[in-house]
């Protein structure tokens, strides 16, 4: 026995040169050990007589072996199955066709900067789960399963969900555009989390709000245009993106009321300012440093650096910038208010959950921004000053009681 070993090993072919990646294993083919694991490349050598004998062309057979090692060696090394590319729709033409079609609507203004980044971050982490030159009709129910376990790292479920959700629209944009054969397999695993799931991690994070007395704190503490912009949040529940291109032809500071559709979905705003927020507003308007761009000559704020405060800080790679939410969580740190999931934004809920008190959501709503699609909604005209300023005035109160 130990002689026919021997034998074995001698009959084996060296490497073609000091720096080969593979070894030629006793079985009569070209190997390599990859995160624990031997993987194969072709053979050597095959059985004769019980025997392994080496193939008429070593030399070729190692080439080929090689060329097939340099195929699939990005997929091995990162521990993903790897697949015959063939011919066929790659993971990479996928998602740059489907962000080449979503920067279409980045320039006709239909969808916002921060809505695209949204989509090239998962489209990142499609390309590093499959590897770009996976074929996209290879892909299966398990790929999309073990894709889910691997976005679910270190996120919540809220997170998971957004990028499970943003996922299936890359792929379905395959199908839609008729680009595949047929239609992706995502399996039964492949979804967002529960509702109940979703319910458990919010009563975990606790409440996205700020109470009264916080707020106050905030606004003694905050400087301009700071001090107007949170103002905005709490009297017309107005987020960042709101505050950043608010234009001055949309605010009568002299009757008190702000007109200015919401950026995100259009929806016509009519909001009553309070006394105080007229004030601020008059105070930040006063002291806004000129602008860089002209195009940003009628806005209520820019930085001290004239420039926006929500905008694309780097046009190639259309990174986005919100100082507003960088500021305001300086702040928050500051007189020592940060909670996870507290931001500039969480006013806003704070708006609604405090606004909702008037009885009158139809009237919330409005001031909101939000789209309503009942049928009373494709009836309904118009919404009385009235009922905005009853809103509003609760939202005072409930700020600043009596005493206080």
């Given amino acids: 026995m130990q002689k026919s070993s021997k034998s074995r090993q001698s009959d084996k072919p060296p490497k073609p040169y000091p720096d080969y990646p593979l070894f ?21 050598g095959h059985k004769k007589g019980g025997k392994i004998v080496p193939v008429d062309d070593v030399g070729r057979s190692a080439q080929d072996a090689v060329d097939l090692y340099s195929k699939q060696r990005e997929d091995l090394h990162a521990g993903r199955t790897p697949r015959d590319t063939g011919e066929g729709l790659t993971v990479r033409d996928l998602c740059n066709r489907f962000l080449t079609a979503k920067r279409h609507l980045v ?69 839609d555009f008729a680009i595949v054969s047929k239609p992706i397999q995502f399996g039964p695993a492949f979804k967002a989390p529960s509702k109940k799931v979703l319910r458990q991690a919010r009563k975990k994070n606790g409440k996205r709000m700020l109470e009264a007395d916080e707020i106050r704190s905030i606004l003694d503490s905050a400087k301009q ?56 507003l008059e105070e930040a308007i006063n002291a806004r440093p000129s602008p860089n761009d002209e195009a940003d000559d009628n ?57 909702g008190e008037s009885a009158d959501q139809v009237a919330v709503n409005a001031i909101m921004g939000h789209a309503d ?17 009853a809103v509003v005035d609760v939202v005072r109160a409930w700020l600043w009681p009596e005493g206080v």
């Fill in 373 to 389: 699609n009942s049928m009373a909604a494709v009836y309904r005209e118009r919404i009385s000053d009235e009922r905005l300023q």
């Fill in 24 to 44: 030629a294993h006793a079985s009569g083919r070209w190997a390599k050990k990859i995160l624990g694991k031997l993987h194969y490349f072709g053979r050597w």
């Fill in 225 to 280: 245009p700071l001090h107007a912009m949170t103002l905005l949040e709490m009297n017309c529940g107005f987020g960042q993106h709101d505050c950043a291109t608010l234009p001055q032809d949309s605010v009568d500071l002299k009757g008190g009321w702000i007109d200015f559709p919401r950026p995100k979905t259009a929806i016509e705003r009519r909001v009553p300012l309070w006394p105080e927020t007229v004030a601020s």
């Fill in 299 to 355: 806005l209520v704020f820019v930085t001290r650096f004239g420039q926006r405060w929500v905008r694309v800080s780097n046009a190639a790679k259309q990174s986005w910038a919100d100082s507003v939410c960088l500021e305001f969580g300086k702040l928050l740190k500051k007189l020592e208010l940060k909670r996870p999931g507290l931001n500039f934004y969480a006013l806003r809920h704070t708006f609604e959950t405090i606004a």
């Fill in 107 to 175: 320039d006709t203004h239909e969808i916002k900067i921060p809505t695209f980044q949204e989509y090239h971050g998962v489209c990142e982490k499609i390309v590093s789960q499959f590897g770009p030159n996976r074929l996209v009709e290879d892909l299966g129910a398990e790929d999309f399963s073990t894709f889910r376990v691997t976005l679910a790292v270190g996120r919540g479920p809220v997170s998971l969900g957004k990028d499970v959700r943003l996922s299936r629209m890359v792929f379905k944009y395959a199908t």
